[in-house]
């Protein structure tokens, strides 16, 4: 019987089973060499795919992603109130979406970034958030932690 191997943003769960690393590199398939990941990595990739995409954007599953977008641009609900809206979509997400994970935490911290342009009087506001999930491995118990860091709307111009 042939080996199957399941995309890293896949949760198919079963015990040694090889991950392919995204994004693929389509320029070396040839005999079957494409890039492996860990499981760790694996759930790392998964994390941040439903961390960057929108509820609605994949056919069939709408409650797949985060309220990140639907919340990028609206500058009247309070930081701590955006925070908390973002830190329930994710465990949600996560907990239904990423089956490998329990006992799931979700950091959310929105604060705003100043970059001064040279050459121009100008300077742009951002947000950034800083995003960590920590939980335990259902397979071995052992702790899992991720954390990056994702830039938001210029808030002016």
């Given at each position: 019987?042939?080996?199957?191997?399941?995309?890293?943003?896949?949760?198919?769960?079963?015990?040694?089973?090889?991950?392919?690393?995204?994004?693929?590199?389509?320029?070396?398939?040839?005999?079957?060499?494409?890039?492996?990941?860990?499981?760790?990595?694996?759930?790392a990739q998964h994390i941040m795919?439903?961390?960057?995409?929108?509820?609605?954007?994949?056919?069939?599953?709408?409650?797949?992603?985060?309220?990140?977008?639907?919340?990028?641009?609206?500058?009247?609900?309070?930081?701590?109130?955006?925070?908390?809206?973002?830190?329930?979509?994710?465990?949600?997400?996560?907990?239904?979406?990423?089956?490998?994970?329990?006992?799931?935490?979700?950091?959310?911290?929105?604060?705003?970034?100043?970059?001064?342009?040279?050459?121009?009087?100008?300077?742009?506001?951002?947000?950034?958030?800083?995003?960590?999930?920590?939980?335990?491995?259902?397979?071995?118990?052992?702790?899992?932690?991720?954390?990056?860091?994702?830039?938001?709307?210029?808030?002016?111009?």
């Amino acid at each position: 019987m042939k080996e199957k191997h399941y995309l890293c943003s896949l949760e198919k769960q079963a015990k040694n089973m090889d991950y392919l690393k995204v994004p693929l590199d389509f320029s070396s398939p040839i005999g079957g060499k494409l890039q492996r990941c860990s499981s760790e990595e694996s759930i790392a990739q998964h994390i941040m795919i439903l961390i960057t995409s929108h509820y609605g954007e994949v056919v069939g599953k709408y409650d797949y992603g985060s309220s990140i977008w639907e919340l990028e641009f609206n500058q009247l609900v309070k930081i701590s109130d955006w925070e908390e809206n973002v830190k329930k979509s994710l465990i949600e997400t996560i907990e239904r979406f990423e089956k490998r994970l329990k006992d799931i935490n979700v950091s959310v911290v929105l604060s705003e970034v100043d970059n001064d342009i040279k050459n121009r009087n100008n300077t742009h506001i951002r947000r950034k958030a800083q995003i960590s999930v920590s939980g335990k491995l259902k397979t071995n118990e052992m702790p899992f932690n991720f954390s990056t860091l994702i830039y938001i709307s210029p808030i002016s111009q």
